[in-house]
């Protein structure tokens, strides 16, 4: 069923473009004991192209890929990018730049391309090399495979794990893992926009994320797609968290074939459509985190800057105690303010100095008190507080939407009423099916719903504002990574 959706709505590939994918076995030499399988992807414009940008991991040990990446940055064309999965080519034993550089140069060999034309990505374990003879022989079949109709083989072949790919090791492995290809698109300005990306894990970017790769038939200047592509991914990608883990890895790359005229008019509808692709990857993404039952959306409002709100944000959505709480389906206000308050008092910013008693409400009615606030103001002369919790479960394919608001006291108490009323609502948030033996996944290969828990917070020391995406912390987030490779 998911499967039709993306093909009936998103999977079509803008004009000029090829996309290809071709899978293969593989012995590790770190671990001949375990055999594996690797799919590589092949994204190719039906010609070089000068209109492409790209964005990188900012992590201190980036791998070979995202050093040959950040040097095609200055080529005059791109002609292809080359992708694998299974191993991140980070660290590794011997080769690393010069065996990117190597697969790069015998795809531009099959495509009449200059190697450096090429750009590389890889994604899985760190740590072992890339195995370069096996990757060489599967290029013919991956040539063969390229067809310009739909992006969605593409979506599925840079899973790293799940049903829509193999495992590292050739065993059943739970299903819960990159269940399922994440295709985003949009029509605008005539043209079209078209997205995907890989993360399941190891997702808190901070310049792109994990692997993504937009591609859209219109021909906006490189200069201007440069520049778009860094201001939308820091208001999504870069507001994302799973586990607080900066890939190696990162890559988020946007490239046009050129074949439909722009108008630079228009930009700023071009840019609200590349937002809206990044956005929905982002959210994918976060709603196929590894182990994940619950997604978190955390609005911050009243900072002083952006910078200030993000912060905030993902203080909230990284906190460990603040994540099992949510996964324990507990409207845990203490921790939200111990998350809050963390991160401000690192920073010796005055957060909550003269906050008063809070009233709390539902239904936008107060349940007792109203809302007090401080007499002391912070030194912008407004009332330093955290105001508001708001957690609602929405489901957006519906016209219908419950929403629930809690204001919390100094000491963090909620009214009982309320509390059962928002364990009701986060069970109904929930990704997952409880059972008797824990959690019932096998029958999840795509998002069930669109549920989320929200939480609001208005710190009250200026008019800025953020949104930061994050899930919960659950036992099977532990179960994954600690038997990833064992």
């Known amino acids: 069923e998911y499967y039709n959706y993306l093909n009936e709505h998103h999977s079509r590939l803008p004009w ?84 990117a550089q190597e697969v790069c140069d015998a795809v531009a060999q099959h495509l009449d391309l200059r190697g450096s034309q090429v750009l590389p990505s890889s994604t899985g374990v760190i740590g072992w090399r890339l195995p370069v003879e096996p990757i060489l022989h599967a290029l013919p079949n991956l040539v063969e495979s390229l067809q310009d109709t739909s992006i969605l083989p593409a979506a ?95 890559t988020l790359a946007i490239v046009s074939s050129g074949e439909i005229p722009f108008d630079v008019e228009h930009l700023d509808v071009f840019r609200a459509g590349l937002y809206d692709v990044c956005a929905g990857l982002c959210e994918d993404i976060v709603r196929n985190g590894e182990g994940a039952h619950h997604v978190m959306q955390v609005v911050v409002k009243g900072a002083m800057n952006e910078v200030q709100a993000k912060g905030i944000g993902k203080s909230i959505v990284n906190s460990p105690l603040l994540k099992c709480a949510v996964a324990g389906n507990d409207p845990n206000v203490g921790r939200l303010v111990m998350a809050v308050h963390e991160l401000h008092g690192e920073a010796n910013i005055p957060l909550t100095r003269g906050a008063g008693e809070l009233g709390r409400q539902v239904h936008g009615q107060a349940l007792q008190g109203g809302e ?24 957006v394919r519906s016209a219908v939407a419950a929403r629930w608001s809690v204001v919390h006291r100094r000491h963090g108490d909620v009214c009982r009423d309320v509390e059962k009323e928002l364990v009701q609502h986060m069970k109904r948030a929930q990704l997952t099916e409880s059972t008797r033996g824990g959690v019932d996944h096998t029958s999840r290969d795509y998002p069930p719903h669109d549920h989320m828990v929200e939480i609001e917070v208005d710190v009250g020391l200026g008019s800025a504002s953020a949104k930061v995406l994050g899930i919960d912390l659950t036992h099977e987030y532990v179960a994954i990574n600690a038997d990833y490779r064992s």
């Not at 990446?69 to 660290?91: F, M, P, Q, Y």
């Not at 912070?378 to 609602?392: C, E």
């Open 372 to 395: 007090r606030r401080g007499k002391h103001d912070d030194q912008h002369g407004r009332a330093a507080h955290l105001r508001v919790w708001r957690v609602y479960a929405q489901r």
């Open 16 to 99: 000029g473009f090829s996309v290809g994918t071709t899978t293969f076995k593989f012995v590790p030499q770190e671990a001949p004991h375990l055999p594996a399988q690797m799919t590589l992807t092949l994204i190719k414009p039906h010609k070089p192209t000068p209109l492409f940008g790209a964005v990188f991991t900012q992590n201190a040990c980036p791998g070979a890929p995202i050093k040959v990446g950040r040097k095609r940055l200055a080529e005059d064309t791109l002609g292809a990018i080359i992708v694998n999965n299974k191993i991140s080519n980070v660290c590794a034993n011997g080769g690393g730049v010069s065996d």
């Open 156 to 250: 599925a072949g840079i899973m790293t794990t799940g049903k829509g790919s193999t495992s590292l090791v050739c065993s059943p492995r739970p299903p819960w893992i990159d269940l399922y290809p994440k295709i985003r698109s949009v029509d605008v300005c005539g043209g079209r926009i078209v997205g995907i990306a890989k993360g399941a894990g190891m997702v808190e970017p901070n310049m792109a994320t994990m692997l993504s790769y937009i591609l859209t038939d219109l021909a906006v200047p490189r200069d201007l797609l440069r520049r778009l592509l860094a201001d939308v991914v820091d208001k999504t990608y870069n507001s994302m968290s799973v586990d607080t883990d900066e890939s190696t890895s990162d």
